[in-house]
């Protein structure tokens, strides 16, 4: 896929450096039915970040499911800076550097998921913790957006310095090296 707009952004970084874009954080979590598998995802989430996984609790009680109110159900890790690009990168080369315009919401922001964690390089099966998917989600920003976070004086981000879907795309893929499509490739099977 090809943006339109894809020099104009650049330019536009370029003379105004409080407008270029930056991945401010990626949360990688994993959700499973709670005991000795949430152990292994902890464990798993623990080796692929290098940071100790925080635990979710469930909201609600599913009885077809086995779980109830506020028994953990799901590991997650929120990683920054350095360490939140040298993990997309990796999870990245998972999906074959390709993500799907519907990955992305209205912000700017996007998400993918990994069936299977042994798919990113460099990590090694282990019979004992077995196979886990995870969900990835991207939180892109400009500079400044820390002022409806703040806790004094916050105030919201004017239209014209929050991202749009296309400038976040044309962010990541000058960055990351991604390709965007619009729909999944057809896979050819050989027998």
Same mark, same amino acid.
């Given at each position: 896929m090809s943006i339109e707009n894809e020099k104009v952004y650049a330019e536009n970084w370029k003379a105004y450096p409080m407008r270029e874009p930056f991945v401010s954080k990626v949360v990688v979590d994993i959700c499973t039915s709670g005991g000795e598998e949430l152990n292994r995802a902890n464990t798993i989430l623990e080796q692929l970040t290098g940071q100790t996984p925080i635990q979710s609790k469930a909201h609600q009680t599913i009885r077809d499911f086995g779980i109830r109110k506020k028994d953990p159900i799901a590991v997650r890790v929120t990683l920054r800076h350095g360490r939140a690009d040298e993990f997309l990168r990796r999870a990245m080369k998972a999906k074959d550097n390709v993500l799907l315009l519907k990955n992305w919401d209205e912000d !700017?922001? +996007?998400? +993918? !998921? *990994?069936?299977?964690? *042994?798919? *990113?390089? $460099?990590?090694?099966? $282990?019979p004992a913790l077995g196979v886990q998917g995870m969900n990835i989600t991207v939180c892109v920003e400009r500079p400044g957006y820390r002022i409806k976070r703040r806790r004094r004086q916050k105030a919201k981000v004017p239209y014209r310095h929050r991202m749009t879907p296309e400038e976040s795309m044309v962010f990541v893929k000058s960055k990351f090296g991604i390709e965007i499509l619009e729909k999944e490739r057809e896979r050819t099977y050989l027998f």
């Open positions: !700017g922001n +996007f998400a +993918f !998921g *990994i069936s299977e964690h *042994i798919d *990113i390089p $460099d990590v090694k099966y $282990d």
